[in-house]
């Protein structure tokens, strides 16, 4: 067996090292592993575009329109978006890919591709961040006999844990004001989220002017998992969250810190809603078709609930429906955005 590190050192490495998950992805992105909204169906490309239609108003068409999607695979969203956009906005916009790795060979020259998050202050648009936060590295603890908090090290190879010593101040603090509504009972585990809050504070950051979107699985204060959420997957299946680099290794945000955090960056309140709230607000419709249609007009009331097929997928409640979307605006009101976005 191997040397047990922090699991933040382990997740650092097995995802984002030289030989880890996401490097070794290429230009494939994680379509191959996991079903995200962006490949689940064209009708999240779409409702993303129409907030960003109310972004571009809300900052009255500005001169360069920017949109940078933190984490995004092989860019599938960034190319639907560029292909919808109506031209009055299109020949504004400026599309920009975060992604660790490299750049897909068929990724049209008009879409940025980095390796860094947005400077501060350089954004005017829409910063997008889906099922990113999941994927930040993080410590765990776990409660010990004695009801203290203690490091859980990871030995990468195997995955074993053992218990390591007490938790340093900076992450103390995070669970007593986080993790509070927990007691801390012989076993209890404690996803420590400082990191995730840190990663989208720089995010919000780099917004001038606009907003900054994340959407994720999560969790809030008065519903914290007793036993995390720490979960692998790898070609479309759950695995064992083995710290080697062969899958993808993930936990659930703690989203209401998350929130607060891009608040403090931004001095404005955030609006917190589900996804399954969020693409109602913005035009999605899981309705099936009327069958009238079908004797109507067979092709048509086939091509409808193919759609209606999707937008359940997307709004599903125990689903990818039930995924928060944190809207946080810079310098703008979230009045301007549609009345089911704002909280």
Known sequence: MGEAVSWRAAMTEALYGERGFYRRLGGQGPAAHFR???????????????????????????????????GAGGAHLLRRLAVLAPAYMARRM??????????PMDLPEHIGWYDELPPAGSVTGLVLATEWLDNVPLDIARADAAGALRYLLVEPDSGHEVAGGRL???DAAWAARWWSDVAWEEGVRVELGGPRDEAWAVAVAGVAQGVALTVDYGHMWYDRPRAGTLAGFRAGRTALPVPDGSCDITAHVAIDAVCAAGEAVAGRAAALIT????LKALGVDGARPPMVLANRDPAGYVRALSA???????????GLG???WVLQPVGIDLDALPEGLRP
């Open 36 to 70: 995200t909204s962006a490949i689940a169906s064209p009708m999240f490309g779409t409702a993303i575009l129409r907030l960003l239609v109310a972004v571009d108003e809300a900052l009255g068409r500005p001169a360069r329109l920017d949109l940078v999607d933190i």
């Open 94 to 103: 400026r599309l920009g890919a975060v992604e660790v790795a490299s750049r």
């Open 168 to 170: 340093a101040e900076a």
């Open 275 to 278: 996804q399954r709230q969020a």
């Open 308 to 318: 209606a097929s999707q937008a359940a997928e997307l709004m599903d409640a125990d």
């Open 322 to 324: 039930g995924h928060y």
